[in-house]
């Protein structure tokens, strides 16, 4: 079994920064893509940013510029720095990976529990 478990999600007031962490635990063999998703109250969820195993990363036109993305492969953990932030970025933000638990097994995408982003005054 394959857990994904993020931290670093509060409330900060417009403007401000935080951090997230996600970190994959259980039978790992291979991952693959990682990103973050998140899902305001009375919308879709929506894609964050993903980064690939190699380190290309691609954003939503909304984060641009605010946001980054990184890894550490050798920790299986995905981070999200969030600067400028603002009323809108408030929601539950999301991990996600794409993880091969073994050789023959297929890959097999997997989701954290959430945490909770709220921007505030």
């Known amino acids: 079994q394959v857990q994904l478990v993020e931290s670093g999600g509060g409330l900060v007031q417009p403007g401000g920064s935080l951090r997230l962490s996600c970190a994959a635990s259980?039978?790992?063999?291979?991952?693959?893509?990682m990103g973050w998703h998140r899902q305001a109250p009375g919308k879709q969820r929506e894609l964050v940013a993903v980064?690939?195993?190699?380190?290309?990363?691609n954003y939503a036109d909304f984060v641009k510029g605010r946001f980054t993305i990184s890894r550490d492969n050798a920790k299986n953990t995905v981070y999200l720095q969030m600067n400028s932030l603002k009323p809108e970025d408030t929601a539950v933000y999301y991990c996600?990976?794409?993880?091969?638990?073994?050789?023959?097994?297929?890959?097999?995408?997997?989701w954290g529990q959430g945490t909770q982003v709220t921007v505030s005054s």
């Open positions: 996600t990976a794409n993880i091969r638990r073994g050789p023959p097994d297929p890959v097999i995408g997997s």
């Open positions: 259980g039978r790992i063999f291979s991952i693959y893509d």
């Open positions: 980064i690939t195993s190699g380190g290309r990363t």
